[in-house]
């Protein structure tokens, strides 16, 4: 059982606007940056998202990130076809010593 | 241009120890504010992360897995080597390295964070 928790699945329709949380604890998302990767069917993972809400470059801004307490949250505007992924969320955790969690990761069905 | 690549057995029996190597260009491991990491998925399954080692050579491991991690790094030949000990079927996943950059102005090993990946190496554990 994963230390963040994200819903298993997610869908919607092209051009649509989606959203993925991301629910964590005062030792986690509470207290460290957020942060969000990308991982189409087969490949590495992406990363997307960082610092709760920063795009590396070549991101699109369809992508948006933000973080509020314990939570997190994945926006995606305008979804297209490509962005059928997995999605994770990630963080340091310092409940016992230094940790870097991730999320269960969300399946994201474009339909 | 940020590059890793992955490389060691493919199979590895039930005891044995594991020993992959990460081989990587575009950066140095002796340049303030950079890691190396180690993250792991089982197939079907989430990512789970291992450890970091960093350009200081802090090393972090994941705890539920510490008393099996080792890793080290040889700058001269830009590689990181893991390895993890008494390997299990439930071990077998995909294993990949990362290189890690401190944010901006960040300060201390939760400042870091991974951004480039390896494509990964899938390590199957079985007699």
């Known amino acids: 059982q994963s230390v963040l928790t994200q819903p298993p699945s997610a869908s919607g329709t092209p051009g649509q606007r989606v959203t993925i949380s991301c629910s964590g604890s005062s030792s986690n998302i509470g207290s460290n940056d957020v942060y969000w990767y990308q991982q189409l069917p087969g490949t590495a993972p992406k990363l997307l998202i960082y610092?709760?809400?920063q795009r590396p470059s070549g991101v699109p801004d369809r992508f948006s990130g933000s973080k509020s307490g314990t939570s997190a949250s994945l926006a995606i505007s305008g979804l297209r076809s490509e962005d059928e992924a997995d999605y994770y969320c990630?963080?340091?955790?310092?409940?016992?010593?230094?940790?870097?969690?991730f999320g269960g990761g969300t399946k994201l069905t474009v339909l | 241009q940020i590059t890793l690549k992955e490389s060691g057995p493919t199979l590895v029996k039930p005891t044995q120890t594991l020993t992959l190597t990460c081989t990587f260009s575009?950066?140095?491991?002796?340049?303030?504010?950079?890691?190396v990491g180690w993250i792991r998925q089982p197939p079907g399954k989430a990512l789970e992360w291992l450890a970091l080692i960093y350009w200081d050579d802090d090393i972090r491991y994941s705890p539920s897995l510490n008393s099996r991690l080792t890793i080290t790094k040889d700058t001269s030949k830009d590689q990181v080597v893991f390895t993890m000990t008494n390997m299990d079927p439930v071990d077998t996943a995909t294993y990949y390295c990362a290189h890690s950059r401190r944010l901006h102005g960040g300060v201390g090993p939760t400042s870091y964070y991974f951004d480039d990946w390896g494509q990964g190496t899938l390590v199957t554990v079985s007699s």
């Open positions: 575009g950066f140095s491991l002796s340049a303030s504010g950079v890691g």
């Open positions: 610092r709760n809400n």
């Open positions: 990630a963080a340091w955790d310092d409940s016992l010593s230094v940790n870097w969690v």
